[in-house]
């Protein structure tokens, strides 16, 4: 694990993908989200593969993909599954590369925001189904010290738009 690449880790909803793009873009880097790849490899949705095999299975071709795509020696943005950090495998992955030119940044958010974010498209995150809040709540609990434990900055993401944010992850990248 060679490259300098940038991995954005955060709860759905935190805007990973979105800022990622943006980066890399700025960065002059290619873009990768592992959630896209898993859907790509295993030509069906994360949806499909939860109902389907589960979520152990999914995290065991998420784990895959975030092995497959920090070997890469081409400098690239890449944006986590919300649950990449679940695994010790993983976080022992992202802080090994940490040691290695990887930078880690956290796109922390509220479960407020967080909610209001993903209101409309909860459907299609099977993590979410019944009660969005509720699991949100559940969620950032159980992954919040697993994020602060592999990141190497954190970029609050409330309040601000995307632009802001775009903004301070270049500027914590720069910073290095």
């Known amino acids: 694990m060679s490259a300098d690449h940038l991995v954005l880790v955060g709860l759905m909803g935190s805007g990973k993908s979105s800022v990622g793009r943006r980066v890399a873009d700025a960065l002059g880097r290619p ?8 859907e790509r490899r295993e030509g069906r949705t994360i949806r499909d593969i939860f109902a389907t095999d589960g979520e152990a299975v999914f995290r065991d071709i998420e784990s895959s993909v ?20 679940t695994r010790s495998d993983n976080r022992d992955l992202l802080a090994e590369g940490r040691d290695s030119g ?11 925001t967080l909610a209001a974010r993903l209101a409309a498209g909860a459907s299609r995150r099977p993590l979410l189904d019944g009660d969005v809040r509720g699991r949100l709540t559940e969620l950032d609990e159980r992954r919040r010290d697993l994020y602060g434990a592999v990141a190497s900055e954190v970029v609050d993401v409330d309040d601000r738009t995307l632009d802001d944010v775009v903004s301070a992850v270049l500027a914590a990248t720069e910073s290095r």
């Open 31 to 38: 873009f990768v989200d592992t959630d896209q790849r898993v």
């Open 66 to 85: 975030l092995v497959d795509v920090l070997s890469s020696t081409e400098p690239a943005v890449i944006a986590t599954g919300g649950g990449i950090v």
């Open 102 to 112: 990887v930078h880690v940044v956290w796109l922390r958010a509220t479960v407020d």
